[in-house]
């Protein structure tokens, strides 16, 4: 089983540039969410869904965008990219309504913005 | 303000050893708590999920057990081994209004042959 998949793993940006993280779950889950981790932090929400065209914003929006395309899919956008979102970010999903069930991550985009 | 702590940030134990970690929250109110595993790299791999209205659950030679009026949450591991070397982190889920769910920032354990 897939599980939760992501891409890139790694991406180096400029500062200024944009890019989207890619995210896909083959579970069936109708949440999905977007984490950063950062050393010190945890891990910090960015945005969420609760379902196929809905979303909310998280802990920690500002700077980003995101797409539930469709089920399966969960995109995150940078449209100008800051040394500040330098991160690990993680996909992750669950099944039933927000929070309530169990997590499954992705194994993490690791991007760095010069 | 609703807060997850770990203490330690980090332990080493020799191998065979059992072991507690622990995580504990300011707000008793909560809907769940879950145990996530994260090696080096990866991303974080679900342990254990106890629901507010159980005190423990098991899975192999891992226990997590549940006191809501303390809020405290324990995971303890069984005859621990260096593949049990990670950093586990507890997630607290909040419900009702608040609606969160907060991470602690995790302890890395280390278990030495």
């Known amino acids: 089983n897939a599980g939760v998949t992501q891409t890139p793993k790694f991406q180096v940006l400029k500062t200024g540039q944009s890019m989207t993280l890619q995210c896909a779950q083959d579970?069936?889950?109708?949440?999905m969410y977007w984490y950063r981790q950062d050393p010190g932090m945890g891990l910090r929400l960015i945005y969420y869904?609760?379902?196929?065209?809905?979303?909310d914003k998280g802990e920690v929006p500002n700077g980003y965008n995101v797409s539930r395309l469709n089920k399966r899919e969960f995109s995150l956008r940078l449209e100008s990219a800051a040394p500040s979102q330098t991160s690990v970010y993680f996909c992750?999903?669950?099944?039933?309504?927000?929070?309530?069930?169990?997590?499954?991550f992705g194994e993490g985009s690791r991007l760095t913005v010069l | 303000k609703q807060e997850v702590t770990q203490i330690p940030a980090a332990l080493s134990v020799p191998e065979g050893e059992n072991l507690v970690l622990n995580c504990s929250f300011t707000?008793?109110?909560?809907?769940?708590l879950q145990w996530f595993r994260q090696d080096p790299g990866k991303g974080l791999t679900s342990l254990l999920l106890?629901?507010?209205?159980?005190r423990e659950q098991t899975s192999g030679r891992l226990n997590a057990s549940l006191d809501k009026s303390s809020g405290r949450s324990t995971l303890y591991i069984a005859a621990s081994q260096p593949g049990d070397s990670a950093t586990y982190l507890c997630?607290?889920?909040?419900?009702?209004?608040?609606?969160?769910?907060?991470f602690g920032t995790g302890t890395l354990l280390a278990v030495q042959p």
């Open positions: 992750a999903s669950s099944a039933g309504t927000v929070f309530t069930g169990e997590l499954f």
């Open positions: 579970m069936n889950h109708n949440s």
């Open positions: 869904s609760a379902s196929e065209g809905t979303t």
């Open positions: 707000d008793s109110a909560i809907y769940n």
């Open positions: 106890i629901q507010s209205s159980q």
């Open positions: 997630a607290v889920r909040y419900g009702g209004a608040t609606n969160k769910l907060i």
